[in-house]
């Protein structure tokens, strides 16, 4: 039985990334080789270095929303609402807070443009609700609500950009793929002039992701879906590396997710798009991903389980320990490590 404590690190405070480092690619990064089990402290930009002609890079090109709104009932009480999932024009998944005074019918105001009523009560604060907006929802969102950062960040984002890759494209996500944030279009180019290719998929970061786990067997825990795509060209230059031989390389968990969820078992994708649920923890066997760019992440974290996966628990433990007696940055804001 994996048990959520033996994913548990003690981590200092202070090692908790408040603001995102200036320039992007001045991070810095743990790489792990697993062939010469041997790990080595780097600047993120190094990974032109150690990356070869061939391998090719996949991101999740998805962008944070302004999922986090505030809104008013009757009584003039005050509501957090988080957006997780849309669900058609009007409808939505979100996280209402207090739940507990949010019930099937309440009505909500966040503005003279924007209101919601309660329609349906899940697990957990979810709640189904039905906005109703005069005008565009994305141009009124854009003005009234927030990028949500996660609540280990108490420091103010002075720019919004910093909470999105580089390459970020089509909006849905209620937190970033953060592994990407390292990157910069210079070190992209710089990668491809070496022969490394990206491809791109999507998943529109929700509850899945960042859910914490409560449950003392992981194996009870259970994981919210989360909205993906895979095209028919991203299919097609990820089987060719596969056929080939060449590296397949996720960055961040969420792509790994999209692409494992996608990958048949000798690794070969097919264009799809859907829902996936898809919980990986040690004993899982990797289909298509041969690499992994990535943060530092939460003890207990569903993450934390998936790089323990990857490589193995005990050894995960073993970098951390190391990364934490380095001083290294954790979480969103923080440094990035790469498995190989």
């Known amino acids: ?10 981590l200092p405070r202070e090692l908790i990334a408040q603001t995102p480092v200036y320039p992007r690619d001045s991070a810095r990064l743990l790489y792990y080789d697993r062939k010469e089990d041997a790990v080595r402290d780097l600047i993120f930009r190094d990974v032109a270095d150690i990356l070869k002609p061939g391998d090719l890079l996949v991101v999740n090109n998805t962008r944070v929303i302004n999922a986090r709104l505030f809104a008013f009932d009757e009584k003039g009480r005050k509501f957090e609402v988080f957006l997780l999932k849309r669900k058609d024009l009007n409808h939505w998944e979100t996280l209402l807070k207090p739940a507990r005074k949010a019930k099937i019918g309440s009505k909500l105001v966040v503005n ?35 990028v949500p950062l996660p609540p280990y960040i108490t420091e ?40 490394i290719d990206f491809a791109e998929v999507l998943l529109h970061v929700g509850l899945g992701t960042f859910r914490p786990v409560k449950e003392d067997n992981i194996l009870d825990h259970k994981m919210h879906s989360e909205y993906y795509e895979v095209d028919e060209a991203t299919a097609e230059k990820i089987n060719k590396a596969t056929r080939e031989g060449r590296r397949v390389i996720a960055v961040g968990t969420t792509a790994v997710r999209t692409l494992e969820s996608v990958a048949d078992e000798n690794g070969i994708l ?24 990535t943060n530092f992440h939460l003890p207990e974290s569903t993450l934390l389980m998936l790089i323990s996966a990857f490589l193995s628990r005990e050894k995960v433990m073993e ?18 490590c790469l498995f190989l």
Do not use: N, W
């Not at 934490?324 to 804001?333: L, N, T």
């Open 156 to 195: 103010k984002l002075t720019d919004k950009e910093r909470y999105q890759t580089v390459y970020a494209k089509t909006p849905g996500s209620s937190a970033a793929p953060t592994a990407g944030l390292h990157f910069t279009p210079e070190l992209i180019a710089k990668l491809k002039e070496k022969g």
């Open 112 to 146: 003279e443009e924007l209101s919601l009523t309660v329609e349906e009560i899940g697990d957990d604060g979810i709640r189904l609700v039905k906005f109703d907006f005069d005008g565009v929802f994305e141009d009124i969102l854009s003005k009234v609500g927030e």
């Open 270 to 293: 097919k264009a799809q798009k859907g829902e996936t649920d898809i919980f990986i923890y040690p004993g899982y066997k990797f289909k298509c991903v041969k690499g992994l760019i």
């Open 1 to 10: 039985m994996l048990l959520k404590s033996d994913f548990y690190y003690d």
């Open 319 to 336: 970098i951390y320990d190391h990364a934490v007696k380095e001083r290294y940055r954790f979480f969103s804001f923080g440094d990035a």
